[in-house]
């Protein structure tokens, strides 16, 4: 679910982007000395919706303050505080978790939504807290775990990722990251986004499907960033993720594996 935007209707989105997950989350970020701010733009690739078999290209801003004292404001991670001690890593912060229509959105909206779900009704956005913590087992292997926890709209539910993350080469110019994530839902959140109720199948159609908690999808992302100088950088993610479970068997889900990428461009000052 992990979003949109340059150029197209910036003014209107730029405060959702300021608080937006991507689809993914993104866990505890590097810590860096001195204060850093990164902005940039690209596109994102997507499905429609978790399940849906058509995807949607939509533009993406990067925006990422981080201060040297752990704090940080990030289009991917959020408004929160994030530090270490030694090969361990925390952070806790204030974020949003897109919401889902009932037909077709356009490119630049945060919201996933789909004409197949007419009837659905749509799904409210959260706000969330979201806790993590990482560990750096080795040079080449980082164990996070990450919690997505509705302070609005509870009934969304919560959501848990945990993951392994391997820097697999680095150089002065490039350097590739190779992430694999699995990702486990509450009973709440498993019935919002894939289960069916009485009431929604009588107007969709689809039939009545109840969705216990329980590990929902595993992802891969490949992500590829190369520094043309000190300031400008270009970054190329690919990946799939890939529905189980309850999910999985989801009358909602059409495809069960779907791919996901993104090229951005950035410029830190």
Partial sequence: ??????????????????????????LAAEQKQGNELILGGGVNVAPRYSGS????????????????????????RGLGYGNNIGKFNYSAALSYRAGRKDRDVDSDSI??????????????????AAPALGYEVTDWLNVQLQAEVPVSQRDNGTALHFGIVSPLYKSAKNSVTLALTGSWGTSMYMQTYYGVSASQ????????????????????????TYKINQDWSVITEAGFTQLTGDAGNSPLVQRKTSPTGSLKVTYSF
Wanted: hydrophobic letters at 40%; aromatic letters at 8%; proline letters at 4%.
């Fill in 1 to 26: 679910s992990p979003h949109p935007l340059l150029g197209c209707r910036l003014k209107m989105l730029l405060p959702g982007v300021l608080l937006a997950l991507l689809a993914t989350p993104v």
């Fill in 53 to 76: 078999d058509e995807n949607r290209v939509t533009t993406a801003l990067v925006l990422d303050y981080s201060m040297a004292n752990g704090l940080f404001v990030s289009s991917t």
């Fill in 111 to 128: 919201n996933d939504g789909s004409d197949y779900l007419r009837g659905m009704g749509d799904i409210k956005g959260s706000a969330i």
């Fill in 201 to 224: 199948s009588a107007a969709s159609g689809f039939t009545q499907y109840n969705a216990g908690s329980g590990v929902y999808a595993w992802s891969t992302n490949l992500n590829w």
